[in-house]
């Protein structure tokens, strides 16, 4: 839908054929650019598992940011409950619309299909943290300080009390790391 559009997704005769047939063009692509993808992005992943899960019925985070890169679109994944996003933009000086992908506590749903402007692109970047790798979104508890912590749990709105630990803070942190 955020290749071709949300219209002419709604005018497909069967869309299950249509997702079916588009599955199986990216994972073609994905084995020919794999390479070349995992060079010019950094990424790292396995050819097959994304494939496979490309086949699944629910696509992972990490093969959703596979194909964003791959097809050169830009995405915003946020998780309103948590107040964490992650931004998966390619081409961010182009005039290529980001798509802004909202998750509701049950499951994953599109909320616009339309170029983010830059007051909500600025306003998300302000009210949520962003987390840089979703496959790691957090480093060791030693490396960061109590400061940093205590910084991490202002921007996602976690209550503190007094007399928590390093390893306390940590953990509500990485508790609240849910994209």
Do not use: W
């Amino acid at each position: 839908m955020m290749k071709n559009g949300a219209f002419k997704y709604d005018q497909l005769a069967n869309r299950f054929t249509a997702e079916q047939n588009g599955k199986r063009d990216e994972i073609m692509m994905l084995r020919e650019r794999a390479k070349a993808l995992k060079q010019s992005t950094g990424i790292k992943f396995a050819a097959s598992t994304i494939e496979g899960d490309i086949m699944s019925q629910r696509i992972s985070l990490h093969a959703f940011q596979v194909l964003v890169c791959l097809n050169s679109l830009n995405a915003v994944f946020v998780n309103p409950e948590t107040h964490v996003y992650a931004e998966f933009i390619n081409d961010a000086v182009s005039d290529k619309p980001i798509y802004i992908i909202e998750r509701n506590s049950k499951n994953t749903k599109c909320v616009s299909m339309t170029r983010a402007t830059d007051h909500e692109l600025t306003s998300l970047r302000a009210t949520h943290y962003r987390i840089e790798t979703p496959q790691k979104p957090v480093k060791a508890v030693s490396a960061y300080t109590v400061a940093e912590l205590t910084e991490m749990c202002h921007q996602l709105k976690i209550q503190m009390t007094p007399k928590m630990k390093k390893q306390e803070i940590y953990d509500a942190v990485v508790k609240q790391l849910v994209l």
